[in-house]
Structures are given as structure tokens and as C-alpha cells.
């Protein structure tokens, strides 16, 4: 069975860090472009960082660009975002996304950064 299980969520202040991290199972994870993909209750999904399955390159969006940084280790199926400077509104749910030629979505981890 295909599994995306996201980690590393929490609570944190103004200017804090997080780790999350993605486990990824039942499916060729090598090949698969990955992305955090965030959603705050009442808006839209955002892609905030991606990164290819070839090169490893990547992507970042103008929130995130800076203080985010998304790795991967093919070598144990996982994904990872480090997110440093945390804002309030960076606070959402976020979501572990593969993409090749299927696609498939993690369950979420929340994040909540509060004074």
C-alpha cells in the first residue's frame, strides 16, 4: 500500500525551527518528484517547496525562499523541511506530495506557530 506519513509538526514561536519529515513506502520514491504542499483552514493549497527526483533541484515559493529548505534521502524514502524563521502565517497543515505519473498525498502534520 502506497504511504506518505508526515512528522515533525508541533507548536513553536515567532522565529522558531521545525524538521518535518516524510516517510515514503509502496511506491518507486526515487522517481517521484516530492513537495510540501501547506493548507491554513478557510484557504487554498499552496506548494511551498518541491524537489525534483532527478537532480534534486528545487523549488521554493516567495514566502518560503530563505527560510525553508526541502532535502531528500532516496536511500530512506524520505523527504524532509526545514523551516527556520517560522512566521504566523506559516501556520497550516502540511502535506507530503509525490508526483511522477501517479500522484499521492500524505495525511498532513500540523503546524502552529503562536506567541
Known amino acids: 500500500e502506497v504511504q506518505l506519513v508526515e512528522s515533525g509538526g508541533g507548536l513553536v514561536q515567532p522565529g522558531g525551527s521545525l524538521r518535518l519529515s516524510c516517510a515514503a513506502s509502496?511506491?518507486?520514491?526515487?522517481?517521484?518528484?516530492m513537495a510540501w504542499v501547506r493548507q491554513a483552514p478557510g484557504k487554498e493549497r499552496e506548494a511551498v517547496s518541491c524537489i525534483s527526483a532527478t537532480d534534486s533541484s528545487t523549488y521554493y515559493d516567495s514566502l518560503s525562499e530563505g527560510r525553508f529548505t526541502i532535502s531528500r534521502d532516496n536511500a530512506k524514502n524520505k523527504v524532509y523541511l526545514q523551516m527556520n524563521s517560522l512566521k504566523v502565517e506559516d501556520t497550516a497543515v502540511y502535506y507530503c506530495?509525490?508526483?511522477?505519473?501517479?500522484?499521492?498525498w500524505g495525511q498532513g502534520t500540523q503546524v502552529t506557530v503562536s506567541s
Open positions: 509502496g511506491f518507486a520514491f526515487a522517481d517521484y518528484a
Open positions: 506530495y509525490a508526483h511522477y505519473y501517479s500522484e499521492y
